[in-house]
């Protein structure tokens, strides 16, 4: 029977929508949405479902009465009931009345709890209820709303919405405060109890009392977004959360924060977390109750419940209940929005929800973390676990600036953490470290100074590290280290532990996020100590076949022509370079590292670095092949030609050919050899040569041959300008026509400056890369800063010209404007004397730039008033602090 009356229900629901839709024509909405009348029905809400009260008893094909005293979690005192003095109606309304309970009774009142499910289950559309409020310590109305099937699990991951919600209304406090407020949220997240919730309350603007006069409540419901209404008045709006991706496609950060839901994969079993419109995409059901006590309305206002309040009953009186659909569009519910000017903004309506933000998938690539080195990381705060005391950063006489920890009587441990619970930093997120692109070769290491010992003897020094939440860990002595390094008091001394050590020892290094060192639990007390450069590191896999000297793993080779590749010395750059000779035999050549071939069988695994790495070699042709059409090409082999790739050397990213008696790089992206079909874990052959049977007569140099990650020789940093532009960067004037130069300060620290002058063209100026040239500052996200010292020789002739700081991403895909005066000094241009700006690289990627790609810094005074402007830059840099 229930079955049966769900599908006729929701058919009944169906028919009635798309007999609406039909009669109005065209679903296309003309509606302007700049200013609202609340007053004026918006025409494309059409009413699908409603209950007016008007009868002589609840109607029981809409709501179901819910008979049970489980208080809905949150120790509630109530027992729900179907009893008709706990819910009935009289005046066109309904009644729902909270009432004392018979001696003996289960719980000390009874009340009514009623819903629609199978009977009003709807996705989308404007759901509103008219209604007069209960008072009094202990009381909790609701309208709100359920999943009707729990698709995405378990409470809250299939949701909630609460349209009202109110507690102890009227109730004033010891100062006289009257409790007016009405509550609109959302619940979802993780499974309870690690539930998120997130919401807003609102006061009538002329200090009415909800529980004084009837109201309208109301949401706004469609594909992505949430509104809550009280008489019309649009107080909030939540939305899905916006994830934000990089240059390379990986998620960062949230452009907007907002709700999520985790939940089982059902084609891998695996619990993920997911940012889209789940879960308030499926069907839900309203429900009305009115609850007494229970942990929300106990615990504020005056506390508990009053008696008295409910010894003659509370009631709620609803006018009536109505769901409307959006006819423009009921599949999404949008069109039909009655929105108002800044319902946008987090000042006024916007939510900003409890998602987590994401962090990249593992990409392999080795990224280096510094967690203390001369100033504190945001992500990964000084941290007493139990103690009480707050670790504080000092200046040491050799050292700097340090983290200095205390243990008092109170067990503890001390460390450093990456949990959001722990993070206060406003521009700080939780961001455990991968470590796994590194296992092989990383470590984690500090220094540390005992400057008072335990007062216990005997204490031993412990270094743990935890990771995914303390799902996995590892603790151990402290002496335990790669190097055998004792604590000793009074000195400084610097510890290393492998990450592999760890790993075999059960750490999941994956997800690392907290690293402890202590005096072993509860033997600490008296003890004082200091940390500085407290770092996770791994230098950057690469091999060189050749630089100034054969490298004896990698020799230089000649497959079949029976010649003997020699080292020769060429010009002041190069000095020492690998030369080969082909005569008439056809052959290739390169440098190999199979044993059978005088190598030392040391095959290249650049699996770590395959999404920023390059094959790259400098060449020079000193006799070019007797056969015209010979052409060059590069071939790499792995695991005993297992693979291989053969491409034409004007395949490299320069593009170019060889030219007789010149020096010339070529360069090929790892990611493009692999593509093709190279197997890039065990490289063991490198080949340069002209095409098989063409090259006689050749002899060629070949000089800096390597495999390496050039972004990891940026990793600490980035000089734009310093007496010359970086390499593929230039000092740039967007639309003045002008060409700015390179100058000689009169300051002598400063030498070689970049000068900008502004004529009568509007214009912005700075050092823009060149076409496919990006910096990838991400690693230093951070610590990370860009800075560049400026002075300003002539002013703008305009005296309220504003001087301005812009940044710009991936072809301008994002971009930041900044006055100058936002800076870290915070200072304005002082015409004649060099200054430097500093703006720290979360500042502007909290701004919204994607900071893997960035490709112009400019300098400038406001678009349109740099008229007579002269000023120079130098210094200019993407650096860690």
């Known amino acids: 029977m229930k079955n049966t009356t769900t599908q006729l229900s929701r058919l009944f629901v169906a028919v009635t929508a798309a007999t609406m839709m039909g009669c109005g024509g065209s679903a296309k909405t003309e509606s302007d949405f700049t200013v609202v009348d609340p007053a004026v029905p918006v025409t494309d809400w059409q009413l699908i479902w409603s209950d007016e009260f008007d009868g002589s008893a609840i109607d029981t094909n809409k709501w179901t009465h819910e008979v049970n005293c489980a208080g809905g979690g949150n120790n509630e005192k109530q027992c729900y009931t179907d009893d008709p003095a706990n819910s009935f109606l009289a005046d066109g309304m309904l009644h729902i009345v909270a009432l004392p309970a018979e001696e003996g009774a289960e719980k000390p009142y009874t009340s009514a709890r009623l819903n629609t499910r199978y009977k009003g289950d709807f996705k989308y559309g404007r759901f509103e209820m008219r209604a007069k409020l209960p008072s009094g310590q202990g009381s909790w109305p609701a309208f709100w709303m359920l999943p009707t099937d729990y698709v995405y699990g378990g409470w809250p991951r299939s949701g909630e919405i609460d349209i009202m919600e109110a507690v102890n209304l009227k109730v004033a406090d010891a100062d006289g405060n009257v409790e007016a407020y009405v509550h ?453 082999e792995s695991d005993n030609a297992a693979s291989a790739v053969e491409l034409p050397i004007t395949a490299s990213q320069q593009g170019v050919a060889p030219t007789t008696g010149e020096w010339q790089t070529y360069t090929f992206k790892l990611a493009d050899l692999s593509a093709a079909g190279l197997d890039v874990s065990a490289i063991d052959v490198i080949m340069i040569f002209p095409a098989w049977g063409t090259g006689e007569g050749a002899v060629y140099r070949v000089d800096n041959a390597k495999i390496y990650d050039p972004s990891a020789e940026s990793a600490n940093g980035i000089s734009l300008f310093a007496d010359v532009a970086a390499e593929g960067w230039s000092i740039w004037d967007c639309c003045g026509g002008s060409t700015p130069t390179v100058e000689t300060d009169d300051d002598n620290s400063k030498g070689a400056v970049a000068q900008f002058i502004i004529g009568e063209a509007p214009t912005v100026m700075g050092i823009l890369a060149d076409d496919g040239v990006y910096y990838d500052a991400a690693n230093l996200l951070a610590t990370g800063v860009v800075r560049f010292d400026m002075k300003v020789v002539s002013a703008p002739s305009n005296p309220d010209a504003v001087w301005k700081f812009k940044i710009e991403s991936g072809d301008a895909a994002t971009a930041v404007e900044l006055d100058l005066t936002d800076s870290v000094e915070g200072a304005a241009p002082v015409t004649g004397q060099w200054q430097t700006y500093t703006f720290t690289l979360q500042t502007l990627f909290n701004a919204g730039l994607d900071i893997s790609a960035i490709d112009v810094v400019m300098v400038f005074p406001a678009w349109g008033t740099g008229n007579g402007a002269v000023y120079r830059l130098d210094n200019v840099e993407i650096v860690a602090e």
Not at 298 to 305: A, H, K, S, T
Request: glycine residues 10%.
């Open 184 to 636: 609109g949220t959302l619940h979802y997240g993780q499974e309870w109890p690690n539930n998120k919730k997130s919401g807003k309350a609102y006061l009538l603007a002329d200090g009415a009392n909800p529980a004084d006069d009837f109201h309208t409540y109301a949401i706004e419901w469609q594909e992505g977004e949430i509104r809550w209404y009280m008489d019309g008045y649009l107080y909030a709006t939540q939305r899905k959360s916006t994830v934000r991706y990089d240059s390379k496609d990986q998620a960062v950060g949230l452009s907007h924060r907002g709700w999520f839901t985790e939940y089982y994969d059902q084609v891998t079993g695996e619990l993920k977390t997911y940012w889209n419109n789940a879960p308030f995409d499926q069907e839900f059901h309203l429900l009305l109750n009115l609850a007494v006590g229970g942990d929300w309305p106990e615990n504020v206002n005056n506390l508990g419940i009053d008696a008295e309040a409910f010894a003659n009953g509370q009631e709620y009186v609803i006018d009536y209940v109505r769901v409307y659909e959006c006819a423009s569009d009921p599949d999404t519910g949008r069109g039909c929005e009655t929105i108002r000017p800044g319902y946008e903004s987090l000042e006024d309506a916007l939510v900003e929800g409890a998602a987590p933000i994401p962090t990249p998938p593992s990409s392999g690539v080795v990224q280096n973390l510094t967690i203390f080195d001369d100033a504190a990381n945001p992500n990964w705060p000084a941290w007493d676990c139990c103690g009480g005391s707050t670790p504080m950063v000092i200046d040491d006489p050799d050292m700097g600036a340090v983290t200095e920890f205390y243990v008092g009587a109170q067990p503890t441990v001390n460390g450093f953490i990456s949990r959001g619970e722990f993070i206060t930093d406003e521009n700080g997120q939780a961001s455990p470290f991968d470590g796994s692109g590194m296992l092989e070769s990383g470590v984690i290491s500090f220094d540390m100074k005992i400057v008072s010992a335990p007062g216990n003897p005997d204490s031993v020094w412990m270094f743990k590290v935890e990771s995914n939440n303390a799902s996995s860990a590892v603790e151990i002595e402290l002496a335990a280290n790669r190097d055998g390094v004792v604590p000793t008091t009074g000195e400084w001394q610097t510890y290393v532990f492998t990450l592999q050590s760890l790993a075999d020892a059960g750490l999941d290094v994956s997800a690392i996020d907290v690293l402890m060192i202590f005096p072993a639990w509860g033997t600490g007390e008296g003890a004082v100590y200091q940390m500085d450069n407290v770092k996770i590191t791994a230098p950057s896999p690469e091999v060189v076949f050749f630089d100034d000297g054969e490298n004896p793993n990698w020799v230089m080779w000649d497959c079949c022509g029976g010649s003997m590749p020699t080292e020769e010395l060429d010009d002041d750059a190069h000095g020492l370079v690998a030369q080969f000779s082909i005569g008439a035999s056809p052959t290739v050549m390169g440098f190999i590292t199979r044993s059978a071939n005088g190598g030392g069988d040391t095959p290249f695994d650049a699996s770590s670095i395959l999404d920023t790495g390059v094959f790259e070699f400098e060449m020079k042709v000193v006799d070019a092949p007797s056969n015209p059409d010979a052409s060059w090409l590069i071939k790499l």
